[in-house]
């Protein structure tokens, strides 16, 4: 069955630490990333990686606050984010096949997506 699967969100205080999971099986994939979306603004390509390359893009909203990791026999991208802020508050997902350069990153219509997972900083 192919799918991604999410987890690690929820409520954390502001300046704490939270370390999401993505899960991906039964896909083949290049590239790997997160993705958020909070009420009213655009979704944000936030962290994406090339599997095999390594190659990497963050946001620089986040890059100075992120920790990531991963497991390449789960096939599994862990983000954790450190100094969290309430502008952090946003439905997290994670994708595979998503396009990145060193402007952004996206998903593409060939894209795995996972259900998400909330997080929610409160101040």
């Known amino acids: 069955q192919e799918q991604v699967v999410e987890s ?7 300046g704490g630490t939270l370390t999401l999971s993505c899960t991906a099986s039964g896909l083949s994939f290049a590239t790997m990333g ?9 979704r944000e390509g936030i962290s994406c990686i090339g599997w095999t390359s390594g190659t990497t893009y963050y946001a620089d909203s986040v890059k100075e606050r992120l920790t ?5 026999a789960k096939n599994t991208l862990y ?3 450190n100094n969290l802020k309430p502008e952090d508050t946003a439905m997290y997902y994670c994708a595979t096949g ?3 350069s060193g402007s952004g990153c996206s998903t593409s219509p060939s894209s795995a997506w996972g259900q998400g997972t909330q997080v929610t900083i409160s101040s």
């Open 79 to 81: 983000l954790q984010m």
């Open 98 to 100: 998503v396009h990145f």
């Open 8 to 14: 690690g969100g929820g409520l954390v205080q502001a």
């Open 34 to 42: 997160w993705l958020r979306q909070a009420p009213v603004k655009e």
């Open 68 to 72: 990531p990791s991963r497991d390449n």
